[in-house]
């Protein structure tokens, strides 16, 4: 059964245990208005507390842009206090997909420039198609990316080759992305959803409180202030003292396959 949810510039939608957000403003290639920044963030939190969403996938409508930036046009007469502001609001939402305890995958199926580079790089994984490229073209328009484009890029893809395409503005094509490990996997465009979805139906299999440990434990790596090394040895502890744990290793030792408790 499939479940929508309207909303005014995205799709959320439900099928099979997965929640389906299509950023969905084709005429203006998906680009990011204030607008849709706040649905991403409702249908997000609305989706981490939702017993019936087990995975996130992100796309955008139609064949040509996944997101091809923040929306350009609100860019005109934005006082600094109103800049920092914008960018504060949008880091905001985009942490909740980071943090978010369900997996998210970006299926990038066409531009993801700016704001939608920002935000495939804040999911989990990402999922291309052939025709995606991606970008922070921001200097083009006197800025710098300001959804957490400089740091995000660079841990993924190390301060080189991310200071060359922030300063650039150069577009990496999807091969390029999946060789600087941007991207985990570059599929063709029929194949990509599936793909996305796959990936999310074998996470599915595992313990959700496990995974929800990952999630943690591999933020804290890159969260000022906190010893990720700690964190692990807490987190890893912690699984103890879940039904999971107790499933998934007398699971093992009765040689059958663990029957995980969905939330
Ligand atoms: N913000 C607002 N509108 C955008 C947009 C953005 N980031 N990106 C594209 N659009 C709009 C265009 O203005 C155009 O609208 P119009 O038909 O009303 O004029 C429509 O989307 C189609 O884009 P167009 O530029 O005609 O398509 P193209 O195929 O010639 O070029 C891109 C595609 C992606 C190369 C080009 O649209 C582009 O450079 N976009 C901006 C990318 C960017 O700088 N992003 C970072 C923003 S911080």
Same mark, same amino acid.
């Given at each position: 059964?499939? @479940? ?19 950023? $969905? ?6 680009? !990011?208005? /204030? ?33 091809? #930036?923040? *929306? ?10 109103? #800049?920092? @502001?914008?960018?504060?609001?949008? =880091? +905001? %939402? ?13 299926? %990038? $199926? ?13 999911? =989990? ?7 995606? @490229? ?19 890029? %660079?841990?993924?893809?190390?301060? +080189? ?10 577009? !990496? ?5 999946? =060789? ?18 796959? !990936? !999310?139906? @074998?996470?599915?299999?595992? +313990?959700?409180?496990?995974?929800? #440990?990952?999630?943690?434990? %591999? ?5 000022? #202030? ?7 040895? *807490? ?26 408790? /969905?939330?």
């Amino acid at each position: 059964m499939i @479940k929508e949810v309207t909303y005014e510039n995205i799709q959320a939608a439900v099928a099979n245990g997965i929640l389906t957000i299509t950023i $969905n403003r084709p005429d203006k290639l998906n680009a !990011l208005n /204030r607008r849709t920044i706040e649905e991403i963030g409702e249908a997000v939190d609305s989706a981490a507390s939702d017993p019936a969403i087990e995975g996130i996938i992100f796309t955008g409508s139609g064949s040509k842009a996944f997101v091809a #930036g923040a *929306d350009i046009s609100e860019f005109l007469n934005v006082s600094v206090e109103e #800049g920092k @502001k914008m960018s504060a609001d949008g =880091h +905001s %939402v985009f942490k909740s997909i980071e943090q978010c305890p369900k997996p998210v995958i970006a299926a %990038v $199926n066409g531009f993801a420039l700016g704001g939608g580079c920002e935000l495939a790089m804040s999911c =989990h994984m990402r999922v291309a198609s052939e025709n995606a @490229k991606f970008g922070q073209p921001e200097v083009n328009l006197g800025l710098i990316p300001g959804y957490g484009g400089t740091q995000r890029l %660079v841990q993924l893809i190390g301060k +080189s080759k991310a200071m060359e395409l922030l300063m650039t503005a150069d577009m !990496l094509s999807a091969q390029d992305a999946l =060789h600087f490990g941007l991207v985990n996997y570059v599929t063709t465009a029929d194949q990509l959803l599936p793909k996305c979805e796959e !990936l !999310l139906n @074998k996470i599915r299999q595992k +313990s959700p409180k496990a995974i929800e #440990g990952i999630i943690n434990t %591999v933020d804290a790596y890159y969260t000022d #202030g906190v010893n990720g090394f700690a964190f692990e040895v *807490d987190a890893f502890g912690k699984c103890f003292g879940t039904d999971d744990c107790k499933e998934g290793v007398n699971a093992f030792l009765e040689k059958r396959k663990a029957n995980f408790k /969905r939330s």
